[in-house]
């Protein structure tokens, strides 16, 4: 590339926007489930309660939810909650969709998305076991922004290339 010529790259992303009642039966139940881990949150500084769960390729569901803490950021998002929940206690088993809900007043329905580390977090899931991880958000009932892969929320993620590693053959 030429030392007087920028180069301009662009990032897209798409999301679906649906009906709860629109979703197939499976994908409700896990956001239902979401919404039951949210009243597990633990939010008494943001009071911004975050409920999560993890559809594994096993049939099993992971759920998690925020838990703050006074001396921030010791605390943890709902997402990782469930996220390190479902790597630890089912390893090498498949997260083929996770559900993230709030049903807090103050949540914006569209722009309610995961936190930079939480994208990350869903990213690396994604990439260590090779298939896309189907992200599924709802705030308070309301209309599901759907991903059909964590990658769409994270343009711009670490790699082990950036940390000067060798990225596995799994995640190439």
């Known amino acids: 590339m030429s030392q007087n010529v920028m ?14 009642e629109q979703l197939p039966k499976h994908l409700q139940a896990l ?17 911004f ?11 099993e569901v992971v759920q998690g939810s925020n838990q703050e803490n006074m001396a921030y950021p010791s ?10 929940a479902a790597g ?9 969709a996770v559900a993230i809900v ?5 949540a914006i329905a569209d722009a309610f998305m995961p936190c930079g580390g939480c994208r990350q977090v869903l990213l690396e899931a994604e990439r260590r076991q090779g ?9 308070r009932g309301e ?10 929320l994270m343009p711009f993620a670490f790699d082990a290339h950036g940390l000067g590693g060798e990225t596995p053959a799994k995640i190439k």
């Open 7 to 20: 180069e301009s790259r662009t990032w897209t992303s798409k999301v679906d926007v649906a009906e709860f």
């Open 131 to 139: 298939t896309p991880i189907q992200i599924l958000l709802q705030v």
């Open 31 to 47: 956001l239902k489930s979401a919404h039951h881990a949210a009243d597990n949150a633990y939010a008494p500084y943001s009071q």
């Open 75 to 84: 605390g943890m998002c709902g997402e990782r909650v469930a996220v390190f």
């Open 49 to 59: 309660q975050v409920g999560s769960a993890v559809q594994l390729s096993n049939g």
């Open 88 to 96: 630890s206690q089912h390893p090498g088993v498949t997260m083929e």
């Open 102 to 106: 709030s049903p807090s007043q103050n």
């Open 143 to 152: 209309v599901v922004t759907m991903s059909e892969s964590a990658a769409n």
